[in-house]
């Protein structure tokens, strides 16, 4: 165990079965998240929608910020996302060359189905576990998760829109 709070070296080679289990996991919610995702919008312009669901209408600087790409790569994900009909954008006070970005009709629609299979995940999960599991399980997901977003040194803006109550 080490205190210093940075994880230990990983040997390279086969993983284990921490590694495993969180693969296979991932595995299985993405190919569930699929079935809910006609549209095939990716992670990423996911991303852009949950974040314009949690905090508002955000600028596209702040997007960026947010989730740790390019503004080139916001621009390309909101180009999509504008075709999709699931966001759209206007011109933000004094300065018209600045847009902001918000959430359609149709992007509450689309990420209202998203969340509806989340929550069938999420009672089949609570079926399939004693309360003291579900404690447990969600304690760890929390440590987990706070590990991960600490690696992407924005952790703190990430909690921030995860923890942000939902509409």
Not at 141 to 153: D, F, N, Q, R, V
Request: glycine content about 6%.
């Amino acid at each position: 165990m080490t205190t210093s709070g940075t994880p230990p070296e990983m040997p390279l080679g086969e993983p284990d079965e921490l590694e495993n289990a969180l693969s296979h996991l991932q595995c299985v919610l993405v190919a569930r998240r699929a079935l809910t995702n006609p549209e095939g919008v990716t992670w990423q312009q996911y991303d852009v929608l949950e974040l314009l669901r949690i905090r508002g209408p955000m600028m596209p600087s702040a997007l960026s910020t947010a989730l740790g790409v390019s503004r080139q790569t916001i621009s390309k994900a909101l180009r999509v996302l504008k075709d999709l009909g699931l966001v759209g954008q206007e011109t933000a006070g004094a300065d018209r060359r600045e847009l902001t970005t918000f959430l359609t009709a149709e992007g509450r629609s689309f990420l209202a189905r998203v969340a509806h299979q989340r929550r069938e995940n999420a009672r089949t999960v609570t079926a399939a576990l004693t309360p003291a599991e579900r404690a447990l399980f969600t304690e760890l997901c929390a440590k987990a998760t706070a590990a991960i977003e600490a690696l992407s040194g924005d952790g703190a803006s990430l909690r921030a829109a995860s923890s942000a109550p939902s509409p």
